[in-house]
């Protein structure tokens, strides 16, 4: 048998291979993934009166399909409506959600950016070794985000999640650039990856709703198609990066190994 198959394919996009099992992605025994909707398994209903009722479903988020899908255990530290000012200021603290863990995924910026119009910010604004040094804005918080799970755990290893294009005129330029400057972030801290759904991740238009959303957010099947893309593209990300991931066993072990 060739080990080839389990490594990196020559021309390989990051969800070009969807494995069922989500392939490395299940090296990790525990993972806390932050988030907003996307993350909490946000579902659409209606009242009597037509107006749309927002319901958090965990079980069915994609973090609980991943965990199912792995065996991993994830810690689902988001809700509907989170933004990364809230969460760092007065969400996590409170539900005591600054926890321990391997890895951790930070999927926001969907309120921040077109909801709740935080200012956007830059990587320029993010002090790695004092966050209370980071502007109020989208990517200062986030910096601070990070910078507190670093403060956890220095050997964590974090994955950002990108925002996916809507096919939109406006919307789109903005969530191209946010990612773009995410890409940064990775050069800042260490054991930092990008999930980049901007790029590499299906473009969240109508014609993708009219199969995989339930209004606006997903449905089962979209939050399930999500877990899938998070997955392996986890698994991309160790494939491409093997060294890095060498020691996931030692993460907060405080055991080295001399050849890595």
């Given at each position: 048998m060739e080990m080839d198959f389990f490594t990196q394919i020559p021309?390989?996009?990051p969800l070009d291979n969807i494995k069922?099992?989500?392939g490395f992605a299940g090296i990790f025994r525990e993972i806390g993934v932050i988030g907003d909707s996307l993350s909490s398994g946000e579902f659409e209903a209606h009242d009597e009166d037509g107006n749309i009722v927002y319901h958090d479903m965990y079980e069915y988020s994609w973090p609980a399909v991943l965990g199912r899908l792995t065996g991993t255990v994830y810690h689902n530290y988001s809700r509907g409506g989170m933004s990364a000012k809230e969460f760092y200021e007065s969400w996590a603290e409170p539900n005591g959600f600054w926890q321990w863990n391997q890895a951790y995924i930070i999927a926001l910026g969907n309120n921040d950016v077109f909801t709740l119009n935080h200012p956007i910010g830059s990587v320029a604004e993010i002090h790695p070794e004092n966050p209370d040094a980071n502007s109020d804005t989208f990517f200062g918080n986030l910096g601070r985000i990070i910078s507190k799970l670093k403060s956890i755990e220095k050997d964590a290893r974090i994955f950002l999640v990108s925002m996916q294009k809507?096919?939109?005129?406006?919307?789109d330029p903005i969530i191209c650039a946010v990612a773009k400057e995410m890409k940064k972030i990775c050069e800042l801290f260490s054991f930092t990856y990008l999930i980049d759904m901007t790029?590499?991740?299906?473009?969240y238009d109508e014609q993708m709703r009219k199969t995989f959303a339930l209004g606006f957010?997903?449905?089962a099947m979209g939050y399930y198609s999500y877990a899938l893309m998070i997955g392996n593209y986890i698994d991309y990300l160790i494939r491409q990066n093997p060294k890095d991931f060498f020691e996931v066993p030692f993460i907060g072990k405080g055991y080295k190994n001399k050849d890595v």
């Open positions: 021309g390989e996009k069922p099992t989500c809507r096919g939109e005129e406006e919307g790029e590499y991740g299906p473009v957010h997903p449905n």
